[in-house]
């Protein structure tokens, strides 16, 4: 939608354009000149070869503070200059400009100039030319000067006279950004542009950025200008990545070999850049962000420590306390079995943790768009899920047993410890609790490995309370000691995993319809049937059980693997703030607008969001507070994968939902706890502006 908004932007004001004298003379106070433009030459040099050159400069001057002009590429919108000069088009080398700016309006950005700036030209006029017949330099210079609020497309005719001839351009050629000494590299991995620019290590950088004057990537791809760009580097080399989209207005059939723009070094420094095609690596290259903002690599693993340890308690998380709680009762006081039981069962959450973090920075890395918990946005992962769900109800109801898993209530096993671990973790990705949220979005853009360690770190955080009870004896001891109880609480534990079954069906209700849920409800049936039919076995002792086990998981498997797609997903729940459903388009509207705005990314497999929800957002007094203050209120459900919430979300550095933005009137956004208290959207709508 940007890439659309953009390009219709361009086209509405390269309309204008044809209109251009009549319709500032007519509309606009100041007529042409809001932007004035005057033409200078530095002193002819004649060259060995007898051709003479000189440098002519066009200086653009704006009749107040307000207006600003445009780069060679004006980015999301505007228009670059053109020129037509009296003299010989070929005699004019590469136009040389100055620094842009950025300046982001509604989540477009552009690359202009505030204030008086030149457009240096060198010329080279052959040997054999006729001097005496050229006449003077004249040009027509079409370009654009905005505000804020208005553009006006202007036309300047200009003459090089005697007076302006041979005067000294060097303030003006200071400013023009120097070229690089060497060639950069460039290469397309899906959706980001990566960058390869060599730059001293001794090099200062500031707020580096990169203005690419190529728009046009190829094979229908164009750069998103407004989106977050990330700078890595090793020794030598600086690593850019800027995200690209695909334009449906574009030619596709095109490939580019060749990449310019600019660096900005920070500080109103910078270099210009040419690169071709080849291979970045990025290998051992690390992260730049700024001190103030990036935390250091020891603080990210101790909040993902903190962020697991909490996300025992989240609602999420509740279903599987009871695989826990039975594990704890069952390894009983012995020491050696307590800890055999805890390492097997920290070994299979941080394995889950660790492999899954591994996963999503290798999609990443591939140039998708995914986060935390990304794999419960496939309707086969739900569908497993909810059968998962069915056959650990199944077994604590007594249907079934299964031989030294943590949930069958026998004697500790370091297999069954194991696999409870990995199905600990599994089924709490749904949640990202407090202090995750800054861990996990650091880790999707530091490097890989240190970002695989704070997916570890977070597992670790998860299994903790597991692992202390089985190392600290006297946690071990205040545990009550194994009896007959253990299977009462066993069943009455049936009782949270049934829930969960019914809410995993709610939601492939919500996925895929109610054609879709009889479908996966009939496998479900089939499932509990034959896992009766095992528990039978078992208690009859007969031979056969083992079997029969194998081929029901191979027929489910695939039974789930041969089950239609759901053919869409169900309308998004009513509410009482009455939504407008997430765009991009959207959210520019509604911060155009003026009045406050309030966007809550959400998905319906997020417990931790559905809570929030309940508690801080569908209540009467956020509405009330939302329509006295003329709150926007935007829903962004990302219960099915959506490209547009993905790039939100990396941009705002959360690796998955529950996400809070609050923007005020003219300020960027501000992220609200991820765990939303009663009444903080009624104070935050009060809050006096």
Known sequence: MTGLRAFLAALLIAVLALFAVPAAAQSQPGGPNDIAVEIFSDRQQRAEDGSVQMTVALRFTPRSEEWHGYWSNPGDAGLGMQVEWSWPEEWFGEAQYPLPKRLVIADLMNHVYEGEYAVLYPVNIPADAPLDDLGPLEATVDYLACTDVIC??????????????????????ADVVPPLGSEAGFEIAKNRLRIGIPLPAASDLGDVHVFLATSDLGSGKRPRYAAIQTFMREGDLLVAEIPVQQTPLADETGTQNR???????????????????????????????SEAATPELWQLLLAALVGGLLLNIMPCVFPILSLKALALAKAGGEQASARSDALAYTAGVVLACA???LLILALRSAGEQVGWAFQLQEPVVLVGLFLLSLAITANFLGLFDVPGLAVSGHGPSRG????????????ATPCTGPFMALALGAALVIPPLDGLLVFTALGVGLALPFLLI????????????????????????????????LALGWLLWRVGGSEYLALVGAVGLFAVLGLALVGLFQRRGRSGASVIAAALVGVLALGTALLPAPQAQANSS??????????????????????????????????TCKVNESVAIERETTRAAFEEAGVVAIRADWTRRDEEISRILSRQGAAGVPLYLWYEPGADAEQLPQVLTPDLLARKARAPR
């Open 574 to 607: 009513e509410s009482l703030l009455d939504p407008v459903e997430f765009s991009e388009a959207a959210l520019a509207e509604a911060r155009a607008s003026g009045r406050p705005v309030f966007v809550w990314f959400t998905a319906d497999w997020c417990v």
């Open 470 to 501: 089985g190392f600290v004896p006297a946690f071990r001891r205040r545990l009550p000691k194994p009896g007959p109880w253990m299977e009462r609480f066993r069943r009455w534990m049936a009782l949270p995993m049934g829930l969960t079954a």
């Open 259 to 289: 990449v310019e723009g600019i660096l900005d070094l920070g500080n109103g420094r910078g270099v210009g850049f040419t690169a071709t095609p080849s291979d970045v690596p990025l290998e051992g290259v690390k992260p730049i962000r």
């Open 355 to 357: 492999g899954l973090g």
């Open 152 to 173: 006006v497309p202007q036309t300047a005719q200009v003459r090089l006279t005697a007076e302006r001839m041979g005067v000294s351009l060097d303030r003006w050629r």
């Open 416 to 427: 069954g410890s194991f696999a409870t671990g990995l199905l600990a973790a599994f089924v």
